[in-house]
């Protein structure tokens, strides 16, 4: 490969990286004294603040002070400040009211020269696409700045221009965070210093596509059709004709901030509300899609007057891979039914704990940890919470973080954030937990279908009491129908692929005249409502038109069914 200059490079390359700068290091020894410097002021004021017993006097002028300096270092320390202010658990409130500043506040760069950016990238003055442009930024981000504007044609949009010269500065900054990475990770316990400059690398490789509008735009559109059948989730359209790698024109969201909570209310929306939309979708991002925004800080969240909550700023997305996702379903199934033992096992298929780790010592440390997860708040419970009880686990057991996961712990991490500043009582179980329950029961794929088995099967038995659990989580969203549920199950059980299932579910019913016992009778009181005689009779006719008279009879004997549809209706 041949010799790069840092403002053209397209793609994060580390190695392209480490040999341009290995032969200048001038040039990375000059921006590491700076940083050094910066940071070694700010922490001598703090220490001499608390010398002179002025931690209170000083404490707003310090906190301006850190804003300045992550601004003044550029757009990648920005990121780590913005990344901050999402967290009043861990950053007290006068710094946390200035680092949100660094989510929109930056100091703007020239307009003339974000003028010029957009006539050369779009090949045409600014008069021939624009009926109306703003004459400054509306925002302006750690990578860019956004106008507000109006096409010729009437449509109302956001512009958004990116820093001149940015290449440079990310790929300097990114050589040190990945040489302090490698010098650091020997040092460290193996379970923190394992895939450090990983770790870098991914954060490079995201940041570089960041960096790409056209990147973005499609990003944009794929995240948009994602959730096209979703009511409660705006995603701003990509006009095309007027973007480029470095400008990109989509359409004008009206909204509030989600922080803003007096803006919210004002506007006679529920704060908690747009919560639940917010891990609503988070969740489906993770564990329906795999594909997820990895920056969902309040700048990128907006709650609009409708109800609806838009996100914005494509930039920084991730893809999941099939297993990982399902590993990620089961984490989170084993978790609500506190199966501490496959909970280990999850673990160790996501990576966190090697093959060969001997798991039987981690099992009860785990229920430890999370065994008061169910039916707490995220004040209470939250990665914060996990994150200083799992630092004994971390030396005491080989613990460690892929590299792949940075990004989702990442979203995981702001998305918690926002719920700590809107609602510190908001509990994020009643949300999260109707979920998975829902995907549970209405998911069609196979591998979901094995997932609820593994949850209502125990020891070769069959849970009549989690079945009844995961129905009622399901309902308390008031948007869970029985009936289609019912009628997929039945589907399954007379199914080839559900033998097992019939083989297990005959044996629970007969064994000990089981389906007159207090656990089956629960259940029916809890679904006899939805099941209503017509229903029921409806749901029966469709599969038995579904599949023919031989496919039955073949699958399961005629009298099982029929004596199952009868055992239902005496129910009645």
Not at 36 to 52: P, V
Not at 173 to 189: G, I, K
Request: charge should be negative; glycine fraction near 6%.
């Amino acid at each position: 490969m041949g010799q790069y200059q840092p403002g053209q490079l397209k793609r994060y390359n580390p190695d392209a990286i480490a040999r341009y700068y290995r032969y200048r290091p001038w040039l990375a020894w000059g921006r590491l004294l700076k940083i050094t410097w910066f940071f070694i002021t700010f922490i001598l004021g703090l220490k001499w603040d608390e010398w002179q017993n002025q931690v209170e006097q000083n404490k707003g002028k310090r906190a301006t002070q850190l804003r300045h300096l992550l601004t003044r270092l550029g757009p990648t320390f920005i990121k780590v400040g913005q990344a901050l202010s999402t967290r009043p658990d861990l950053i007290r409130k006068d710094f946390l009211d200035e680092l949100i500043k660094l989510q929109d506040q930056l100091p703007a760069f020239d307009n003339a020269i974000a003028y010029r950016i957009i006539e050369s990238e779009l090949d045409r003055p600014i008069s021939d696409i624009y009926s109306e442009l703003s004459p400054a930024p509306v925002a302006a981000a750690s990578l860019g700045q956004v106008y507000r504007g109006r096409l010729i044609s009437g449509e109302e949009v956001a512009v958004k221009v990116q820093r001149p010269h940015l290449r440079p500065t990310l790929t300097l900054d990114l050589y040190l965070m990945r040489w302090a990475a490698s010098w650091l990770a020997p040092w460290l316990p193996l379970n923190l210093g394992h895939d450090l400059t990983l770790i870098v690398d991914e954060f490079g490789t995201k940041l570089f596509e960041e960096i790409d509008y056209l990147n973005e735009g499609r990003n944009a559109e794929k995240f948009a059709h994602n959730f096209r059948n979703d009511p409660q989730v705006k995603v701003p359209s990509i006009y095309w004709r007027f973007t480029s790698s470095r400008v990109l024109t989509l359409e004008w969201i009206n909204g509030f901030k989600l922080t803003d909570t007096h803006s919210i209310r004002q506007a006679g929306l529920d704060p908690e509300a747009i919560i639940s939309i917010g891990v609503t979708s988070g969740l489906q991002q993770l564990l329906e899609y795999g594909f997820f925004h990895a920056d969902p800080h309040p700048g990128n969240l907006f709650a609009m007057p409708d109800g609806r909550m838009a996100y914005i700023d494509f930039g920084m997305m991730d893809q999941l891979e099939e297993n990982t996702k399902e590993s990620l379903v089961d984490a989170l199934v084993h978790l609500v039914n506190q199966d501490y033992s496959d909970l280990a096992l999850d673990f160790v298929n996501l990576g966190f704990l090697t093959p060969d780790t001997n798991i039987a010592p981690i099992i009860p440390a785990l229920e430890t940890v999370l065994g008061n997860a169910i039916g707490k708040n995220v004040a209470d419970f939250n990665f914060k919470t996990i994150t200083d009880q799992f630092s004994e686990l971390m030396y005491e057991y080989p613990f460690r973080v892929p590299a792949k996961f940075a990004l989702i712990i990442r979203s995981l991490v702001t998305q918690e954030g926002i719920a700590l500043s809107l609602n510190p009582n908001f509990k994020i179980v009643e949300v999260s937990h109707p979920y998975v329950a829902r995907r549970l029961l209405t998911g069609e794929s196979p591998e979901l279908r094995r997932r609820l088995l593994n949850v209502l099967f125990k020891d070769g038995r069959f849970q009549w009491q989690r079945l009844e659990n995961l129905i009622a989580i399901a309902r308390t969203d008031g948007n869970f129908d029985v009936v289609p549920t019912a009628k997929m199950g039945l589907q399954y059980l007379l199914s080839p692929e559900g033998q097992f299932l019939r083989h297990q579910l005959v044996l629970a019913l007969t064994e000990d005249d089981r389906l007159h016992t207090e656990e089956v009778q629960r259940l029916w009181s809890l679904v006899k409502d939805d099941l209503k005689p017509n229903r029921l009779f409806n749901v029966a006719i469709g599969l038995l038109t579904d599949l023919s008279r031989e496919g039955v009879a073949a699958i399961l004997p005629k009298a099982t069914y029929s004596a199952f549809f009868d055992q239902s209706q005496s129910k009645n």
